[in-house]
């Protein structure tokens, strides 16, 4: 999507604040012996507050109003039976839609006391995150974004999961301009526009740099098994650099 108006412009600011808001509320939440279904129970139920709807529930007719995603699994968790124990790393992915706009959001959090070698992944999950928004402006490449990602993953001895892409959004979960790479890619050739919308989402691993399928249609796990942390922000590009909508608010 690009913004062209500001009809646009306060529908897409309306939906991600409800996504990062929704988010911060499920991470706050989140309890050592309670099952991923109740934890996404929770985010239903703030979607259904807030006027919004799921967006993988409502496009890909996804089994749960959220993705969440614990351990070895690095994404499209599907909400279930499994237990949330102290030690974990549970990632939450929250996209949601409100009056025909789109946005989405997530992130990695820990469960009770980690080994200090986890509380640094997600500590440095988050700047990979930053570090890319921070290349977002109209008229760069948009290259620059997996590019600073890269650098700052290979001076911190992290890899990144090359098969897992941010992507365009707005009037739909996934639209144009799609794969948008969250590490290096001598092929991307393509620039940022003004009022371009898009999300940047890096995973930061400890080893792992492939997402492959496991038992279900959804859930995808870190190979090699790995630690990885996913923080993800939908933006749109300006002149004046980055104008992130998915913050809490």
Known sequence: MTLTND???RGMQAIGRICGNVLQQMGSAI????????LDLI??????TAGARSAPEHCYDFPGATCISVNEEVAHGIPGDRVI??????NIDVSAELDGYFADTGASFTVSAVTPQIERLCR??????????KEVKTGKPISAIGNAIGTFAKKNRYTLVANLASHGVGRSLHEEPAEIATWPDPREK????DGLVFTVEPFLSLGANWAENG???WTLYSDPRAPTVQFEHTVVATRNGPLVLTLPG
Not at 31 to 38: D, K, L, Y
Not at 190 to 193: K, N, S
């Open 215 to 217: 038992d279900d249609d």
């Open 43 to 48: 985010g239903r139920k703030l979607l259904e």
């Open 85 to 90: 124990a102290a030690g974990d790393l549970v």
């Open 190 to 193: 393509r620039v940022m526009t």
């Open 7 to 9: 009809e646009d412009l």
């Open 31 to 38: 309890r050592p012996g309670m099952t991923t279904a109740e």
């Open 124 to 133: 440095d999950g988050k700047r990979a995150l930053w570090i890319g928004l």
